[in-house]
């Protein structure tokens, strides 16, 4: 056991890279989805392994083919990247587990084992960034991930989800690219590509400002793949039209992981010797992140697509994310991390609650909804709840890091109130338009509705799983907010 | 600084800049990919700049004794796994590509959004 335990940095990309080709060649979609989730249930004890290890120890690092390290490629897993790695596996096979009954009416059942190895690329994709140390391989990863996305994107039964995939695949490529011109500079002027390594050299450059340009590629590109605010065209479209589970997914995961590599890079590897780098950051990063969170949760409000509205929420809870990054204080950026934790939690329960719903009601639009919750009263209260969350109602997860978040603008001097207004006016709207789909589902009637059924068992237990994840995590925040505070300590180089 | 000595860099330059526009202004979406494909080559101009050496020959191991010159060879291994991800990306453009032409039975954007409103 210990032999492997030393391992479980490499096996974690290692499991999903390797199932995805035995999942494509097991012809049979029942095969491929039961190797799929095994491989992501896998992944997920893996990540759980990883954490606990954390949490003794502090940190584990693995060379990769044992070549020392600014030589060869070196894992690292610390607190941030467990915290993620936590959402990824787990997102992922929660959304597997429910893909059960609902992809099979969104793909085609020839095509599904195609898909699941599709599937099981992005996921290996998305832990390679969390557990590398290098940037270039960081890189690498994030294309095998995207790729693998527009892929699962582009599979919905909506011919307009090729439009949006294809928008997704320009606009995430233009990142990328972006990301490896910034990687390129640096390699220009200090010759390494490991993280822990640049840090170092960084200091011993003369001329600084390639490096500086670096660092406005590397931001701007993973700005785009993160959607933070006007970069963010390509998703509420992606998200709208990819089938119901690659939602659950991507709304997780994917711009999370984007924002990790984002604050990786600003925080460990620019600040420690860059002249006034979290002042620019800050400046670059706040105003972006107040207008991220009232748009999107305005445009959510008057939105009638329940997916598109979901999306646009999902715009401004970035927003929450980024506004708490910008603090660049320890408080801060606990509450940054804590809000992606949580929010990946709210919103895979609310888009596993819509896959539920897509199983009786052919559009997921407001007015086809009306009093469907007699008909699938656990759907929507599932739903409820997780809005709830998503709103910040205290006792739920969502409020946990709302609450961290609005303390720590507090404490940001006198800008700080204004932040605070923001961040209540935005939980506002949320209550408006969370409320108008439970309105509509509960208090009134349309025909369509009459002939609903409830969803199947094996969707309905994720969902309501996810949902009292959230209640779990808003009453018990330990485990999270450990790890989101000692990651934020070890992001502004301080000893916890 | 002389103008020649960088003018590597200002191919770099010039080229991710045609790519870019091209990706921006174009509405077919075909001359959208040839775009995103310069504006990737572009950048893996900069890395064989970053790693050429004045007068260095390619990193072989040489049995004879003597200071050889080499050029950076890690910039070019990191290039040729860049160029295999260019060439995933434009496979999987073109492929949506023949999608919504098949789905809309056109390729300009304008087209496919008015047929989207509809």
């Known amino acids: 056991m210990t032999a492997l335990q030393a391992h479980l940095p490499a096996l974690q990309v290692v499991v999903p890279m390797l199932s995805a080709p035995l999942a494509m060649l097991l012809r049979e979609h029942r095969l491929s989805w039961a190797l799929a989730t095994a491989a992501s249930l896998c992944a997920f004890a893996i990540a759980i392994s990883l954490t606990l290890s954390v949490i003794d120890t502090g940190g584990m690092r693995y060379l990769m083919g044992s070549w020392p390290a600014p030589f060869g490629i070196e894992l690292g897993v610390d607190a941030m990247s467990a915290l993620l790695l936590l959402i990824v596996t787990g997102a992922s096979s929660l959304a597997l587990i429910a893909g059960a009954s609902s992809l099979d009416r969104e793909i085609e059942v020839e095509r599904q084992p195609l898909f699941y190895a599709a599937w099981l690329l992005a996921l290996a994709g998305l832990c390679g960034i969390l557990v590398t140390a290098d940037a270039f391989n960081i890189f690498v990863f994030m294309e095998i991930s995207a790729l693998a996305s527009y892929v699962l994107v582009a599979g919905g039964p909506d011919r307009r989800a090729l439009p949006a995939v294809f928008k997704y695949l320009v606009m995430g490529t233009i990142g990328a690219t972006f990301y490896l011109i910034g990687v390129g500079l640096i390699y220009l002027m200090t010759g390494t590509l490991n993280l822990d390594d640049i840090v170092y050299r960084i200091g011993e450059v003369a001329e600084v400002k390639p490096i500086l340009i670096a660092a406005g590629f590397i931001s701007v590109g993973l700005a785009l793949k993160a959607a933070i605010f006007p970069l963010h065209v390509w998703l509420p479209n992606a998200y709208t039209f990819a089938p119901h589970v690659v939602t659950v997914f991507l709304a997780a995961c994917s711009t999370k992981v984007a924002l990790y590599v984002l604050l990786r890079f600003n925080f460990v590897v620019f600040k420690p010797y860059l002249e006034d780098h979290d002042l620019k950051f800050a400046i670059f990063l706040l105003p972006l992140s107040l207008l991220a969170i009232l748009v999107g949760s305005a445009v959510a409000m008057f939105e009638s697509n329940l997916k598109r509205m979901l999306a646009w929420s999902s715009v401004a809870q970035i927003g929450y994310i980024t506004l708490g990054a910008s603090l660049v204080s320890v408080a801060g950026l606990t509450a940054s991390l804590l809000h992606i934790f949580n929010h990946a939690l709210a919103k895979s329960a609310l888009f596993l609650a819509l896959a539920c719903l897509a199983i009786s009601v052919s559009k997921l639009r407001i007015e086809n909804i009306g009093g469907i919750a007699k008909r699938m009263p656990w759907t929507m209260a599932a739903f409820l709840l997780a809005g709830l969350s998503l709103i910040g109602v205290p006792g739920t997860a969502g409020f946990v890091s709302k609450w961290y978040l609005i303390t720590a603008t507090f404490d940001s001097g006198p800008l700080g109130i204004l932040l605070v207004a923001v961040i209540v006016v935005s939980s506002l709207m949320a209550v408006v338009y969370i409320w108008r789909v439970v309105e509509c589902a509960y208090f009134r009637e349309t025909d369509e509705a009459q002939s609903a059924r409830e969803a199947p068992l094996m969707l309905l237990l994720p969902t309501w799983a996810a949902v009292l994840l959230n209640f779990y995590f808003g009453l018990f925040p330990g485990v999270p907010l450990e790890l989101s505070s000692s990651a934020a300590t070890l992001l502004l180089g301080q000893t916890p | ?118």
């Open chain 2, 1 to 118: 600084m002389n103008f020649l000595g960088i003018y590597y860099y200002w191919v770099f330059a010039i080229l991710l800049m045609v790519g870019f526009y091209a990706v921006i202004a174009k509405l077919n979406l075909i001359k959208k990919l040839i775009g995103l494909s310069l504006f990737q080559a572009a950048v893996f101009l900069l890395y064989i700049t970053v790693g050429k050496v004045e007068g260095g020959t390619a990193p072989i191991f040489a049995s004879a004794a003597g200071e050889r010159l080499f050029s950076n060879p890690l910039p070019q291994v990191l290039i040729l796994t860049a160029i295999v991800v260019g060439i995933s990306t434009t496979a999987l453009g073109l492929g949506i590509i023949v999608r919504i032409k098949e789905e809309y039975g056109t390729i300009e954007e304008q087209e496919i959004q008015e047929i989207d409103r509809q």
